[in-house]
Every structure is written in structure tokens, then in C-alpha cells.
């Protein structure tokens, strides 16, 4: 009977970003068919072993599932989630953080001005 598993499994990725999955089948007999699906949706012509998740920029944890089936017949079906956060939300972040290290490094100038300054005084 046909297994199958998705790798990688359970990802978190940016609304920017685009995710590659790939179907992993064992104790197949013939050829497989694939068929991918979104929340419970076939995705239209996604019958490959791989499949690219592109969430459209869309926020959310998404259920990635593929069915595949020998010629057995048997079929197998797997799932992962794939959650999807905002890239802005990130690159804000990062933004907060430049701009408290420039802060950080202005006082440490300061610092270093005073310590000259009293090195010289003495």
C-alpha cells in the first residue's frame, strides 16, 4: 500500500515569500499520480511530486495536503501547515532596530568624548 509524507512539514514563511513542498511516497506500485489542494481545494494542475505554495501576499495559517495513487490501486493522503506572516511586519522590525542602534551608538560617541575629554584633563 502507497504511503506518502510532505517535506518539509509545518513551515512559517513571509507573505513575500514562495515555499516549495514535495511529496515523499514509499511501497508505491507503478506509476503515482499527484494531486495537490489548498485548504481542501484541488489546486489546478498541481499533479506533480512537488508543488510550490505562493500565498499571494495572503496572511494566515494555509492546509497543504496532497492525495496520490498507484496502480495498485491504493491512494494515501498527507497534510502540513503552512503559516504565513507579513513581511512588512518584519522589515519594520528591522527598521526599530537600526534605529536603536544608531541611538545606542550617538551615546557611545558621547561616552567616548567625555573619556577623552577627562583623559586630557588629567
Request: negative net charge; aromatic residues 6%.
Given at each position: 500500500?502507497?504511503?506518502?509524507?510532505?517535506?518539509?512539514?509545518?513551515?512559517?514563511?513571509?507573505?513575500?515569500?514562495?515555499?516549495?513542498?514535495?511529496?515523499?511516497?514509499?511501497?508505491?506500485?507503478?506509476?503515482?499520480?499527484?494531486?495537490?489542494?489548498?485548504?481542501?481545494?484541488?489546486?489546478?494542475?498541481?499533479?506533480?511530486?512537488?508543488?510550490?505554495?505562493?500565498?499571494?501576499?495572503?496572511?494566515?495559517?494555509?492546509?497543504?495536503?496532497?492525495?496520490?495513487?498507484?496502480?495498485?490501486?491504493s491512494n494515501?493522503?498527507?497534510?502540513?501547515?503552512?503559516?504565513?506572516?507579513?513581511?512588512?511586519?518584519?522589515?519594520d522590525a528591522?527598521?526599530?532596530?537600526?534605529?536603536?542602534?544608531?541611538?545606542?551608538?550617538?551615546?557611545?560617541?558621547?561616552?567616548?568624548?567625555?573619556?577623552?575629554?577627562?583623559?586630557?584633563a588629567l
Amino acid at each position: 500500500m502507497v504511503n506518502v509524507e510532505i517535506n518539509p512539514e509545518n513551515q512559517t514563511i513571509l507573505s513575500t515569500e514562495k515555499l516549495k513542498l514535495k511529496a515523499v511516497v514509499s511501497n508505491e506500485t507503478g506509476n503515482v499520480t499527484y494531486q495537490w489542494s489548498v485548504n481542501g481545494e484541488n489546486v489546478t494542475g498541481a499533479t506533480n511530486d512537488a508543488f510550490i505554495f505562493d500565498p499571494e501576499y495572503t496572511l494566515g495559517d494555509f492546509t497543504v495536503g496532497v492525495y496520490v495513487e498507484d496502480e495498485e490501486p491504493s491512494n494515501a493522503t498527507a497534510e502540513t501547515t503552512v503559516s504565513v506572516v507579513s513581511g512588512v511586519v518584519v522589515k519594520d522590525a528591522i527598521e526599530v532596530l537600526k534605529d536603536k542602534i544608531d541611538v545606542a551608538n550617538t551615546k557611545l560617541d558621547s561616552v567616548k568624548a567625555t573619556l577623552v575629554d577627562i583623559d586630557d584633563a588629567l
